[in-house]
């Protein structure tokens, strides 16, 4: 009895065992069966990373009692292997298995690196049972990696302060003020022969190349000023006829004499002249002043008002010492400012750049302006290093260290090139501590996105945007700060704010690319079509044909792709890896545009 109860306890035992070691084979024959979705697939870059999310759902009755099945997620690229994580299935989290599919989905990213663009997500279940273990084979779930987003053209627009040098003809104004006596319009001897009469003298003399001669005429508010309304536009051409007549003397040509206008303005019955005098003179106390401004600009019309005046205790004091500065006639005179020609300003500025020149022949805006002129970048370079040790400005430092990036831009030895940049960065920060502007947080983003400090470039536009600057300056810092968006995969961001950085071709390139990653196709293949029609391009036609791919627009796709191959034949070997295109990858369509 004993023996057989010992035999069925053995067979109890050995059926047991039989069944645990189906189970995990078994699961894994039906993990084949099980369904796997990633999104988005192929997987794509933004920013630094890859982000996708994965549903599972495993075949009804797959998850067995007490077991798990866990799929082990990782992206594969040649030899690399990086580890993505897992999803995990536990039987006891899903007590309905036996009827219904086991589903569980979660979101899963890893950093970027350019190792990785051809590689693919495998997924490798693992079903176990206490400790023992059953893998399945290795599984391809999705390509990778579509890296669109790092086709970014760094503009690098770098930010020249203004020069303050206006090379156009500009006229400056000199003023000469002559004096009557009550009543009259006769210019008086002594006024001619005054410091004023004079100056004009002198200046009419030197023939200056003139304008226009504007001269105002005016009175004063008492009655034998007032009652004569021809008064003060007989005063404005008693000035008039005294200065063409010093034309004459001086034997201005008729041409000359004639080109010269003259306007004349009379100023009758106002007040403005009297309160701007009583404002500046110490003459009358200030509570004097109060109440001749408060009759000034109290009830009643002009002749009721300076009779209010009469009755006030300052009035002998106006009478005598204020009212004979208003018997003017007010001259200005426009003249044409003496400048250098353009070509003198040029080779002053070399020669001094070569250290040839007495620096003290061009004022700093000269200097500044000179620099411009010049497309050659070691002239300009010259030129703001003689700027810096003239003036030592926020300008100069600015310019020299804005000159130095573009220096940097052009150079193809990286070691040059970094030296340069930091050069650069050695001037914008003295001329930050002189002044912060717009200008130089804009020249400090470019140069610390030059050596790859995102951080700080970002900063820096930051600073940038919170300064005052004139248009292209703003247009500066917007272009550079939306490919900073574009690289954070802040993609509608860059939009708006590439939207405010004008439309070169660079820029509309850039607010493309950011709108075919945010899936605005159509908008996107609009400003592509806009950037190409300002500078044809092999990456804007190519951008194009991804926009277009995107929206299944099979036509303007081959197109785009031909224009971008013929352009530049590298593409060719581009377009057949890039997963952008895999819609298309059995298409003849597509294959002769890559031909």
């Not at 600057?469 to 490919?483: C, L, R, Y």
């Amino acid at each position: 009895m004993i023996r057989t109860k010992n035999l069925l306890s053995t067979m109890t035992v050995c059926v047991i065992v039989s069944l645990s070691g189906c189970t995990l084979p078994k699961m894994v024959k039906m993990s084949k069966d099980q369904q796997l979705t990633v999104t988005p697939n192929p997987l794509e870059v933004h920013g630094e990373e890859v982000k996708f999310d994965m549903s599972a759902s495993l075949p009804v009755k797959m998850l067995k009692k007490k077991t798990t099945y866990t799929a082990d997620i990782d992206y594969k690229a040649g030899e690399k292997k990086t580890d993505v994580g897992d999803l995990v299935f536990n039987a006891a989290d899903y007590p309905n298995a036996k009827k219904e599919q086991p589903k569980a989905e979660k979101s899963f990213s890893f950093p970027y690196t350019d190792d990785m663009q051809r590689g693919n997500l495998v997924v490798t279940g693992t079903a176990a049972k206490g400790k023992k273990a059953k893998t399945t084979p290795e599984m391809v779930v999705a390509p990778g990696i579509i890296t669109t987003s790092r086709l970014v053209k760094d503009p690098n627009l770098v930010a020249f302060a203004e020069t303050g040098y206006n090379p156009n003809p500009e006229f400056e104004p000199t003023d000469v003020a002559f004096f009557f006596p009550q009543g009259s319009a006769q210019l008086q001897t002594s006024e001619t022969r005054s410091k004023r009469g004079k100056f004009l003298d002198a200046f009419i003399s030197e023939k200056n190349v003139t304008k226009t001669v504007t001269v105002t005429g005016t009175h004063s508010p008492e009655g034998a000023e007032r009652v004569n309304s021809k008064l003060s536009e007989n005063r404005a051409q008693a000035i008039e006829k005294y200065y063409r007549g010093k034309m004459r003397a001086f034997k201005y040509n008729n041409d000359t004499a004639d080109s010269i206008e003259f306007v004349l303005k009379p100023v009758i019955e106002d007040w403005q002249m009297l309160k701007d005098t009583l404002s500046v003179t110490d003459i009358i106390e200030e509570d004097q002043k109060s109440q001749i401004l408060s009759i000034i600009d109290g009830e009643g019309d002009f002749e009721q008002k300076e009779d209010q005046l009469h009755s006030l205790p300052s009035y002998r004091k106006l009478l005598g010492q204020v009212y004979p500065k208003l018997r003017t006639a007010q001259t200005e005179i426009l003249t044409l400012m003496e400048k250098k020609p353009a070509s003198e300003l040029s080779a002053l500025a070399r020669q001094m750049a070569e250290g040839r020149g007495d620096t003290s022949l061009l004022r700093n805006n000269e200097l500044a302006y000179a620099a411009t002129l010049t497309p050659d970048l070691n002239e300009k370079r010259g030129i703001y290093e003689v700027s810096v040790k003239k003036s030592d400005s926020w300008q100069s430092h600015n310019d020299l260290g804005a000159v130095h990036l573009e220096l940097a831009k052009k150079e193809t030895d990286k070691a040059k090139m970094t030296q340069l940049v930091d050069m650069a960065i050695t001037h914008l920060e003295m001329a930050k501590n002189k002044q912060e502007t717009a200008e130089v947080y804009n020249n400090l983003a470019v140069a610390y996105t030059m050596k790859g400090m995102k951080n700080e470039a970002m900063e820096a536009v930051n600073k940038a945007a919170q300064q005052t600057g004139n248009e292209d300056v703003t247009k500066a810092i917007n272009a550079t700060k939306g490919i900073m968006q574009i690289r954070a995969a802040q993609y509608t961001e860059a939009i708006n704010t590439l939207s405010q950085a004008g439309d070169s071709a660079v820029v509309l390139y850039n607010k493309g690319l950011a709108q075919v990653l945010a899936k605005q196709y159509d908008a996107a293949i609009a400003t592509l079509n806009e950037a190409s029609s300002k500078q044809a391009d092999a990456w804007t036609y190519y951008v194009t044909a991804i926009a277009a791919a995107r929206a299944k627009n099979e036509s303007t796709m081959v197109e785009s792709l031909k224009k971008a191959i013929s352009a530049d034949s590298s593409l060719r070997a581009k377009a057949l890896e890039d997963l952008e295109f895999n819609a298309f990858a059995n298409s003849e369509t597509f294959k002769n545009a890559i031909k």
